[in-house]
């Protein structure tokens, strides 16, 4: 028998990554199993395995959909004329959009989907987080050469508690199994931080 269509393939994998995000929100807490997995897909959990090699290539799966979807458009922030602060109000806002539409896929940056599984996956979610710090990071230091304004606190002191705060917010909307949305009051909460951002 031939090998399906490389489009067929890619359905299908999008509707594996999907189905799985779909039961990350649907069970918070709950392992997910390859055989449930592929009772929700439709298919045999050999079936599955065609597509991934295993459920942590999956989730790697998952962890490069967050990064493509965020930085391809931190980039389009970064070559926009916005002011420093306009930039970093758009990527904290850009993260915390992006986790409240895809709320399985916070279990996986926060961790608690990835208990058990391979080191690498959590190094990867780790190295997410410090690559959005060192966007902030820049953009600080280049509001100093190209606006005349400095960080009220060391550059890299002040992009580690912009992205603590987002991520402190991701984790709440996990801990509350999704009913602390994460911009619930971010309107205000950046209004009060932003004043004392950049002097």
Not at 10 to 38: W, Y
């Amino acid at each position: 028998m031939a090998a399906p269509p490389k489009k067929d393939r890619n359905n299908r994998r999008q509707q594996i990554l999907e189905s799985l995000a779909r039961m990350l929100e649907q069970s918070p807490g709950a392992r997910i199993t390859t055989a449930k997995l592929a009772k929700e897909v439709g298919v045999t959990e050999a079936a599955l395995y065609r597509h991934f090699p295993s459920k942590g290539k999956m989730f790697e799966g998952l962890i490069e959909f967050v990064e493509e979807s965020i930085f391809s458009r931190v980039n389009r922030v970064m070559q926009e004329g916005a002011n420093a602060e306009a930039k970093i109000e758009a990527i904290l806002t850009l993260v915390l959009t992006f986790a409240e539409k895809n709320p399985g896929i916070c279990r996986i940056l926060m961790g608690d989907a990835l208990a058990g599984e391979k080191e690498r996956l959590r190094t990867r979610v780790s190295q997410f987080f410090e690559r959005l710090e060192s966007q902030i990071k820049r953009i600080l230091r280049e509001a100093a050469i190209r606006e005349g304004k400095r960080s009220a606190l060391v550059a890299s002191k002040a992009s580690n508690l912009l992205v603590a705060i987002v991520e402190g917010r991701i984790h709440q909307f996990v801990r509350t199994e999704f009913k602390q949305a994460p911009l619930e009051g971010w309107n205000e909460q950046w209004a009060f931080l932003s004043k004392g951002l950049l002097v």
